[in-house]
């Protein structure tokens, strides 16, 4: 049984980590495209076609179920694969909706009308096309009604992880934060919008204070995945063999992510 994991690069590898812990028994193929990261300063075009590109390699390693773990990715192009292009037999799924579930106190497969819920304000820290898409407004509002979502584009992080300059990366969390509470001083939740953001999720907390609380994805993900493949065994697809796929140099790509996790990751060539 294999599940393919798209990411445009290392950050998706959060994901990978939760839901390989959490399925052991599942082989998870994944496939970081980081020729061509980041993503989030892409247009949707752009981002549709790499992402379609992707998804297809994955589905020849034999998953049938491909987990979008890129949001970049998720909000720029998910919704046009579903509609036009994924055939019957496959499925392509996303990371906004187990997040904005837990947001918005909902299980699994409750279509039920929007309702009130108990948060009122959040904050959503998200890769500039993330942000641009306002999917994350729009999978929130089919299902909660007065919440007030402010945006931070937080242009640089991403950058900062993948060249491995924590000081930085950490000075550009608070400069974002800060900006954000200047539109919205006392966010209840804030979502942690971008795969590579929880790597930062103390940062991110201590300069939001200790009265918000951060929802960041990769957990969230894996338990929901854990419920689909319950629901649905028929999308448990053919392949057999774990495995990392790069777009990028197998060797350096090898060598950031064991830098990333802190344990050892071998890539070979997508
Ligand atoms: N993985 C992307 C995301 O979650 C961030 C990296 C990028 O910009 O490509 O939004």
Redesign the pocket.
């Known amino acids: 049984m294999a599940v393919g994991i798209f990411?445009?690069?290392l950050?998706?590898l959060t994901v990978h980590q939760a839901v390989a812990g959490a399925l052991p028994e599942v082989a998870f193929v994944y496939y970081g495209d980081n020729a061509h990261?980041?993503?989030?300063?892409r247009d949707a075009d752009d981002i549709y076609a790499l992402t379609c590109r992707g998804v297809e390699r994955l589905w020849d390693e034999g998953c049938d179920l491909v987990i979008l773990?890129?949001?970049?990715a998720s909000a720029a192009a998910l919704r046009r694969m579903q509609d036009a292009w994924v055939p019957a037999d496959k499925r392509v799924l996303g990371v906004f909706v187990p997040l904005i579930e837990a947001l918005t106190e909902r299980h699994w497969g409750d279509n039920s009308p929007p309702r009130e819920v108990a948060v009122k304000h959040v904050a959503l820290f998200?890769?500039p096309?993330?942000v641009a898409s306002r999917a994350f407004q729009r999978e929130l509002a089919f299902r909660a009604i007065g919440v007030d979502v402010e945006a931070q584009p937080c242009g640089g992080v991403?950058d900062a992880i993948e060249a491995g300059d924590e000081i930085l990366a950490e000075a550009l969390v608070r400069s974002h934060v800060e900006a954000l509470k200047r539109r919205m001083p006392h966010p209840q939740a804030a979502v942690l919008?971008?795969?590579?953001y929880p790597l930062l999720a103390a940062v991110f907390q201590e300069a939001l204070g200790p009265g918000v609380r951060v929802y960041s994805q990769a957990d969230l993900v894996a338990e929901s995945l854990r419920d689909y493949l319950a629901r649905r065994p028929e999308f448990r697809g053919p392949g057999q063999v774990a495995k990392f796929l790069t777009t990028g140099d197998p060797a350096r790509v090898s060598s950031k992510a064991t830098q990333f996790l802190r344990r050892g990751i071998a890539f070979q060539a997508a």
Request: aromatic share 4%; with cysteine.
């Open positions: 990411d445009s690069g950050g998706g990261a980041p993503y989030g300063v773990a890129c949001n970049t998200a890769t096309a993330t991403v919008g971008c795969t590579h």
